[in-house]
């Protein structure tokens, strides 16, 4: 039982270490202006932001409105053949880490935001599909307008700030 403690401490003090330098990093000169600018989104914190530029990086590589959204996996899979389409289940491909990160900031966003698109969207899909689709959809949502955030932010040519290693 006392091993057990022991690490739980010392795991403690790890995530207590590594809450500080993703703050550091987040208030640093090179990322200050991007997490700002994604935490003004609803259901964004500074954490979020930082983790999503993160991992993310370049923000250019996604080229269209909808690429970000399916490399995360907030995407229908789609059957067609024929005349016949049908839209399946999201494919679940990309970073479930990030996956998960957006779903929570989009439950964030419906419920205390004050986004009242991102409201509608769950309000008008929720009863339909059920809540835990319609929090997906505006999930992908939140994820275009995250992307935009960010293009709007980076001067033409210029590209997100990388990690030294």
């Known amino acids: 039982m006392q091993a057990h ?20 990093l987040a208030r640093s000169e090179t990322y200050r202006a ?15 932001a930082i983790r999503l530029v993160l991992e993310l990086g370049d923000i250019e590589r996604f080229r269209t409105t909808d690429a970000l959204p399916h490399y995360l996996g907030l995407t229908p899979s789609q059957y067609s053949s024929g005349e016949l389409d049908h839209r399946g289940h999201t494919l679940k491909c990309g970073p479930g880490f990030l996956r998960a990160m957006l779903l929570q900031c989009a439950w964030s966003a419906v419920r205390h935001g004050g986004d009242s698109e991102l409201k ?6 929720g009863p339909r599909i059920g809540r835990k ?18 293009r709007n932010h980076l001067l033409p040519g210029q590209s997100a700030p990388t990690v030294a290693a």
């Open 5 to 24: 403690q022991q690490l739980r401490s010392v795991a403690d003090q790890q995530a207590k270490r590594m809450h500080c330098e993703l703050y550091k």
């Open 120 to 125: 509608e969207r769950f309000a008008q899909l």
């Open 34 to 48: 991007l997490v700002k600018a994604l935490s003004t989104q609803s259901g964004v914190g500074w954490q979020s």
């Open 133 to 150: 689709r319609a929090i997906v959809a505006v999930a992908r949502r939140l994820a275009i307008k995250l992307r935009g955030r960010w």
